[in-house]
């Protein structure tokens, strides 16, 4: 009867083990920033607390409400880190999403300075605006801090404008997923924390280009601009902050699907009320769009494609969401159905392609790779 009990007690230990190490979904939560890296200043705070006041908030409300999340934060205290060790911390854990937070500011001599206002969120890419390039600069230059930055950075300089051609000859394989989930963090910066709307944007910070995951960078408003930062450093303000990143990637995972096994824990165990219409219309589109398979292309070689749209569920053929492209073609990834189009054996031909037939229609298409059905770029 002992050794019996006894049992049970290993047995339910282990299952406990296994429930807290078994995770579906990685989410890294950076906050930028800490220790002698202070930031941007405001009257009476500093950048480097209001990110890591807002980073904890944002991961106990994923803790408490969403099981099958395994939450990373590479820093929970105040403490300084290098770009480097922050991306490396990420790609460790294997990480599905990295969210890296910050507080934005702009030049003491702007006469704007203390009424400019509100959010933005960046994903890595081109420097469409002279304004995208400085807040880049501004985030990429606490590199300086480092002992031979250079070599760690491969002779990247913050400061030149030359270095940043890098991002633009960069491919960002992560790159609509990021968008998708940077569209919603400003959805709910207006609506929960009442921001104003700065956009989706995109630049090229070091620390989203070195992270092998979906990733974006949000700046949650100016504190520079006394009335944003009583905001930012108030319990309420960085509450709302916090709700809004939650409810952004409450909606991500919506998105995803995740195989089911992220799910509300005021819901454990009961499927999602849309599930069934989502594997029927799966199922529907099943036979419509010809998958990627080894027998697309010659054993060995490298096939390059051009990919511009991801969704949760399956599309059929002619979808309206293709926009007129014929012949696409589609592979699963990590529960998502993503969509090609052509097919060239060298990334020269590719990106021919790419800048006349997809990049009109869809402005974040990029170049993938496939060897023998495998995705390899």
Same mark, same amino acid.
């Given at each position: 009867m002992i050794r019996h009990h006894v049992?049970?007690?290993?047995?339910?230990?282990?299952?406990?083990?296994?429930?807290?190490?078994?995770?579906?979904?990685t989410l890294v939560i950076d906050?930028?920033?800490?220790?002698?890296?202070?930031?941007?200043?405001? $009257?009476?705070?500093?950048? &480097?607390?209001?990110? =890591?006041?807002?980073?904890?908030?944002?991961?106990?409300?994923? *803790? !408490? #409400?969403?099981?099958?999340?395994?939450? $990373?934060?590479?820093?929970? &205290?105040?403490?300084? =880190?290098t770009l480097q060790e922050r991306c490396?911390?990420?790609? *460790? !854990? #294997?990480?599905?999403?990295?969210?890296?937070?910050?507080?934005?500011?702009?030049?003491?001599?702007a006469k704007n300075r203390k009424t400019i206002h509100g959010s933005a969120t960046y994903t890595l890419g081109l420097h469409r605006s002279e304004e995208n390039l400085e807040v880049a600069k501004r985030e990429n230059s606490v590199i300086s801090l480092e002992d031979d930055y250079s070599t760690t950075y491969q002779g990247f300089d913050p400061a030149s404008t030359e270095s940043y051609i890098m991002f633009e000859l960069s491919?960002?394989?992560?790159?609509?997923?990021?968008?998708?989930?940077?569209?919603?963090?400003?959805?709910?910066?207006?609506r929960t924390a009442g921001r104003t709307d700065n956009g989706v944007r995109q630049a090229g910070f070091l620390?989203?280009?070195?992270?092998?995951?979906?990733?974006?960078?949000?700046?949650?408003?100016?504190?520079?601009?006394?009335?944003?930062?009583?905001?930012?450093?108030?319990?309420?303000?960085?509450?709302?902050m916090a709700n809004a990143l939650y409810n952004a990637f409450e909606k991500y995972l919506d998105g995803l699907n995740a195989g089911g096994k992220v799910a509300k824990k005021s819901r454990v165990g009961k499927p999602?009320?849309?599930?069934?219409?989502?594997?029927?219309?799966?199922?529907?589109?099943?036979?419509?769009?010809?998958?990627?398979?080894?027998?697309?292309?010659?054993?060995?070689?490298?096939?390059?494609?051009?990919?511009f749209l991801t969704s949760s569920r399956k599309l059929s053929d002619g979808s309206a969401e293709f926009k007129g492209l014929k012949g696409v073609e589609c592979y699963r990834d990590k529960g998502l159905w993503k969509y090609t189009y052509g097919e060239?054996?060298?990334?020269?031909?590719?990106?021919?392609?790419?800048?006349?037939?997809?990049?009109?229609?869809?402005?974040?298409a990029f170049i993938v790779a496939f060897k023998n059905g495998e995705r390899i770029m």
């Open positions: 049992l049970h007690i290993v047995s339910a230990l282990a299952a406990m083990l296994m429930a807290q190490t078994c995770w579906a979904f906050a930028g920033h800490g220790g002698r890296d202070k930031g941007a200043l405001g $009257v009476h705070s500093y950048e &480097k607390n209001i990110n =890591l006041a807002v980073a904890l908030e944002f991961g106990e409300l994923v *803790k !408490r #409400n969403l099981d099958g999340v395994d939450v $990373v934060f590479t820093r929970d &205290k105040d403490v300084y =880190l490396d911390i990420a790609n *460790k !854990r #294997n990480g599905d999403l990295f969210v890296s937070i910050h507080t934005n500011s702009i030049a003491k001599k491919q960002n394989i992560h790159m609509e997923q990021s968008v998708n989930f940077a569209t919603m963090v400003q959805r709910e910066f207006v620390v989203l280009a070195r992270t092998s995951m979906p990733a974006v960078l949000v700046e949650l408003d100016f504190i520079c601009n006394p009335t944003e930062e009583n905001f930012l450093t108030s319990q309420s303000g960085k509450k709302k999602d009320k849309d599930t069934n219409a989502k594997r029927s219309s799966e199922a529907e589109g099943a036979e419509t769009v010809q998958e990627l398979k080894p027998a697309n292309s010659v054993a060995g070689a490298t096939v390059y494609k051009v990919q060239a054996r060298s990334e020269k031909d590719a990106l021919k392609i790419l800048k006349e037939k997809v990049r009109p229609l869809f402005k974040q």
